[in-house]
């Protein structure tokens, strides 16, 4: 947060710079209150539906909660986390199929999102350029992201149908593959058949908002950049993707956490197999099909663990990696 | 003749966007129109006009009512997120206070948690309230992934606009209030329709929510609508019907997305304002 | 007990009256969840109406997710909080034991009736001596073939899986030769669901390999036999099942036979009145059959299906909620609903009904499979059902797809089972 801090500093003192002292301090008071009270409804709305829920998930994390009673559940401690017993480990972070489940999960979500934001960017800047019929293709390309979820994970597996599918259908035709693959069902092929669901399903959710980060650009340094002669792929590169960077930061970071704790698609295409079982599908199986509530709840407090400590990775290491405003 | 090459792979980049992202639903739409074992049979083309799927879907179930539903609960919950999302991105954006950080971090953390298990703290939580088989119920919960995405975004957007205006604002005596609706609203029509657009898509599809906090038929949104859709019997999956009803979901958020798309692209482009 | 039962019905009745003043002469209204929409749905919406215009109350109708998972959590989540929104809970056969501690005895309101139904349900059942659920209509595993095939190439319905797959192989080959590449020769379901954990029940109990646990909580998946099963079946992807069968359904599977594209296919009944419909590539060349013995002295083994009517302990009304259960799974119901839907009765005396015979000539064919039926452990591993059931599948399925050896994966699922059951005991 540290250049936004700087910026608004920045800000304050501009806005105050023709002014007194005194003044200064009283405009800032009257704005840090504002500030508040502007923020207040968002943050009781947010207490009142996140709070309870969330509290109350990590306080069966450390029970021995069941679905069938909820009110007998007794504290336990970290047992559900870790616990050492008769010479063998028990608790979620000693399940291979945990560790299996976070492999699974960060693979998806790096090549996915990586995937979608290239596209993304692309869709976008062409959807940036004015050309005749621009509106409609703006639409089209959000037909993706307006289906709901669990149809369209199973319209691709109807598509994806080692026999009668279309998709095999298409490829034999133009002779890429010569037999049917089993796209969901081979081990090898299942995690990219997510991957390739999820991809057309969010592209659309990048390539808007990088729209709308492209639409508000200033248009003076393109002007600049034109009479200068500079080639528009160095321009793409020097102005407008330093400049769009925060917006398609946080694009990512909610990319992110949606692929982080992705669920219906994996669960609705390939069900509870290993290869591609991902940690909200591990938390879900335990909370409701084995209805160990604190168990789950254990599992789904380290999701939460495990997404905030990519986030905070990624912060860190976007600033580092591109801070060239 | 460099242009004219130029002009073609531009056109064929907007040809292949439009087949990657169209042809999975135009696909929907040809199986929405076929019957019975058709359906395993792979066509390109729709072969028979069976208009059946479309009929039975509204005759079957109150889908109109759970069309109205959906747009209802999904309106609210784009005027509740933008109004709470464009103030507190003001307040986050454009003023220095302390816990700022701490504030749009813990904002964040909200979305960090995975939806099952908020599911049964968020059941007791709407029933406490009273508002099962109820939609505000629906908007009230639909909050917690909507709010942070709103906020984050606006946040942003808000943070990148040109100071001077605001300096402008504040020297004419302008307050908070009026700076975010005359200031800085106009400004921001891209960023508030494109998060207003992906806030409603959210909530329009949104599965897990609707059917455990809803009951009756004539309560329920269309995910729920379309996954309660069931054949003759327990294993049949009625494929014919859901396609249509998928269909007829996503064409509102076409005509949406038409009718929003002129704000999608205007802003600073149209307006004379220079940072 | 018996005594105060009056007692305690006009105590309740005063409260309502109570509660909602002159309520008294209101009707009671009853909700129930039964199907989604579709056929299911009407069956049960005559059926309750009628019972509802019969004692004068009110019946509503809650309409629930057709896949069964997505109906157990949201069952889990209104039971967990003691919602009292549903009264009557249609269930499926494997969660009595999961579900059971929150419905009543049906004992007390269907004990004249209760030895018409078949005893293996009514056991599966009782949970700890409580008849928690009412059997409503029972399904079971079959073989689905192509006649016309088997009658081209001389062949008879298998009565081995050695035949099976000799008969498929045979069939197969012969047909690609002809002309049709796509066709395979058995399909049936293989993803990692429930599905698959009947379909390996199937071939295990049809090796006299036992149900994974006995009925006195014994884990007994760890023999030979079971392994052989598995074995055989992992033989059949790629050369008589496609690899895609791993993640296929029962829809999916339906899908290939019925386009005319396998030669067998595992399936419950639901899909003989499809494969036989009008625009069936396939109408009037399938046959049905047990499904097959694993080896001369194995047996057929159908795993059981099926739903059941459950009253929850929240009801605001009880006793007319059991009342809806008893006459909706009343001898006339299930006659009108095998007639009419091909639903299979779970009454004894009714296959033998000329009337349901004519609409549904395999429930009498077929009647052994039905009766003889292989009950998944759900009873006897109760809440941990569920839990077994996922070992089991994901066992089976790394043998299916080529990770792990039969014999080394059902010694390692031996193990967890002993780890969760605490030695047996569950």
């Excluded at chain 3, 006195?216 to 033989?235: E, M, R, Y």
Aim: with cysteine; net charge neutral; glycine share 8%.
């Amino acid at each position: 947060m540290a250049t936004t801090e700087a910026e608004v500093a920045d800000l304050a003192t501009g806005a105050a710079s023709t002014a007194t002292q005194v003044e200064k301090s009283q405009l800032t008071r009257s704005r840090v209150r504002a500030a508040w009270l502007f923020l207040a409804p968002m943050l009781i709305l947010l207490v009142m539906v996140a709070g309870w829920p969330l509290f109350r998930t990590i306080w069966f994390s450390f029970t021995d909660a069941n679905l069938s009673d909820l009110s007998n559940a007794k504290y336990i401690g970290f047992e559900n986390y870790l616990a050492y017993n008769d010479g063998e480990w028990y608790g979620v972070l000693a399940d291979g199929e945990w560790w299996n489940a976070v492999w699974n999960t960060l693979k998806f979500s790096v090549i996915s999102v990586t995937l979608e934001t290239i596209l993304g960017l692309v869709v976008a800047l062409v959807l940036n350029a004015s050309f005749p019929g621009r509106s409609l293709v703006r639409a089209a390309v959000l037909i993706p992201w307006a289906i709901p979820t669990i149809v369209s994970a199973k319209m691709w597996s109807w598509m994806m149908h080692d026999q009668f599918g279309i998709l095999n259908h298409m490829l034999m035709g133009i002779g890429l593959i010569s037999t049917p693959l089993a796209w969901t069902a081979s081990p090898d092929l299942a995690m990219t058949a997510v991957i390739m669901v999820d991809v057309w399903k969010t592209t659309p959710f990048m390539s808007l908002l990088i729209l709308a980060a492209l639409q508000m650009l200033p248009t003076d340094c393109y002007e600049a950049a034109r009479v200068d002669g500079i080639h528009p792929v160095r321009v793409f590169f020097q102005v407008t993707l330093p400049l769009i960077k925060p917006a398609l930061m946080v694009a990512v970071i909610f990319r992110l956490l949606d692929a982080l704790r992705i669920f219906d698609l994996i669960y609705v295409l390939t069900s509870n197999s290993k290869d591609t079982m991902s940690m909200s599908v591990y938390a879900r199986q335990q909370l409701v099909d084995f209805q160990s509530v604190g168990y789950g709840s254990a599992a789904s407090t380290l999701l939460f663990l495990t997404v905030g400590l990519c986030v905070v990775l990624y912060m860190t290491f976007g600033r580092v990696r591109f801070d060239g405003r | 003749m460099k242009r004219l090459f130029g002009w073609i792979a531009f056109y064929a980049l907007v040809a292949a966007i439009i087949l990657y992202s169209v042809f999975p639903f135009y696909y929907a739409i040809v199986t929405s129109l076929k019957a019975g074992s058709q359906l395993f049979s792979v066509e390109y083309f729709p072969t028979t006009w069976n208009w059946d799927n479309y009929v039975s879907v509204f005759r079957e179930q109150p889908f109109a009512y759970n069309l109205l539903n959906s747009v209802l609960v999904s309106s609210a919950v784009v005027a509740l997120s933008l109004f709470f999302g464009v103030t507190a991105a003001f307040a986050l954006g454009r003023v220095q206070f302390r816990g700022r950080g701490l504030l749009l971090m813990t904002v964040l953390g909200v979305s960090m948690f995975p939806q099952v298990a908020v599911l049964s703290g968020m059941f007791e939580l709407i029933r406490g309230f009273g508002l099962y088989n109820n939609l505000l119920g629906l908007v009230i919960s639909y909050m917690i992934f909507t709010l942070p995405f709103t906020v984050w975004v606006l946040t942003t957007f808000m943070r990148d606009l040109p100071k001077e205006l605001e300096e402008a604002a504040i020297m004419d005596g302008a307050n908070p209030w009026e700076i975010i609706v005359k200031v800085f609203m106009p400004l921001m029509w891209p960023a508030l329709v494109t998060t207003g657009l992906l806030a409603f898509i959210a909530a329009w599809n949104e599965f897990l929510f609707a059917l455990t906090f809803t009951l009756t038929n004539t309560q329920r949104t269309v995910p729920v609508a379309i996954a309660l859709i069931s054949g003759a019997s327990q294993y049949e999956l009625p494929w014919g019907n859901i396609m249509a009803a998928s269909v007829i979901v996503t064409l509102p958020v076409v005509v949406l997305v038409l009718i929003f798309q002129r704000r999608i692209v205007s802003g600073l482009t149209a307006g004379a304002v220079k940072g | 007990m018996k005594n105060s039962k009056p007692v305690g019905l006009f105590v309740s009745m005063l409260f309502g009256a109570a509660l909602c003043g002159a309520g008294a002469a209101h009707a009671a209204k009853i909700s129930i969840s039964c199907g989604a929409v579709g056929q299911e749905y009407e069956f049960c919406k005559t059926g309750a109406e009628a019972w509802a215009k019969k004692t004068g109350n009110e019946v509503n109708l809650v309409s629930t997710p057709n896949s069964a998972t997505e109906r157990l959590a949201l069952y889990q989540q209104l039971l967990a909080a003691g919602a009292p929104d549903i009264d009557v809970f249609q269930i499926d056969v494997v969660w009595p034991g999961i579900l059971g501690n929150h419905f009543i005895d049906l004992a007390p309101f269907a004990k004249d009736v209760v030895k018409n139904h078949f005893p293996a349900i009514i056991q599966n059942n009782t949970i700890d001596g409580k008849l928690v659920a009412m059997p409503w209509f029972t399904d079971a595993g079959m073989l689905y073939y192509r006649k016309d095939l088997l009658e081209k190439y001389g062949a008879k319905p298998p009565q081995t899986w050695q035949e099976l797959t000799e008969t498929a192989k045979k069939i197969q080959d012969a047909e690609r030769k002809g002309g049709n590449d796509k066709m395979w020769g058995f399909v049936w379901q293989g993803r990692a669901y429930e599905g698959l954990t009947c379909n390996a029940l199937e071939w295990v109990a049809s090796y006299n390999g036992g149900i994974v646990v006995d009925k006195d909580g014994k884990i007994t998946i760890n023999n030979p036999q079971a392994a052989a099963a598995l074995d055989t079946a992992a033989g059949w992807i790629k050369t008589i099942s496609p690899e895609g069968v791993l993640n296929y359904t029962e829809e999916e599977g339906r899908g290939v036979f019925q386009s005319g594209n396998a030669v067998f296919m595992r399936n419950w009944p639901y899909a003989w009145p499809l494969a036989q419909g009008p625009e069936s590539a396939i109408k009037g060349k399938v046959g049905v059959s047990a499904l097959p013995k694993g080896g001369a002295d194995g047996r057929s083994a159908a795993a059981l299906g099926g739903w059941q009517l459950a009253v929850s302990k929240y009801s605001k009304n009880k006793e007319l909620a059991a009342d809806l259960a008893v006459y909706l799974t009343s001898t006339e119901e299930q006659k009108r609903r095998a007639i009419k839907g091909a639903y299979n009765p779970t009454i004894e005396s009714l296959y033998k009904d000329q009337e349901i015979l004519a609409a549904a000539p395999f429930m009498g064919e077929l009647y052994d499979t039905f009766v003889n039926a292989v009950a998944r452990p759900s009873t006897v591993t109760g809440a941990k059902y569920n839990q077994v059931s996922n070992e089991f599948w994901n066992a089976v399925y790394s043998v299916l797809s080529g990770k792990a050896k039969a014999a080394d994966s059902l010694a390692q699922l031996e193990g967890s089972l002993k780890r969760m059951s605490r030695g047996g005991k569950w």
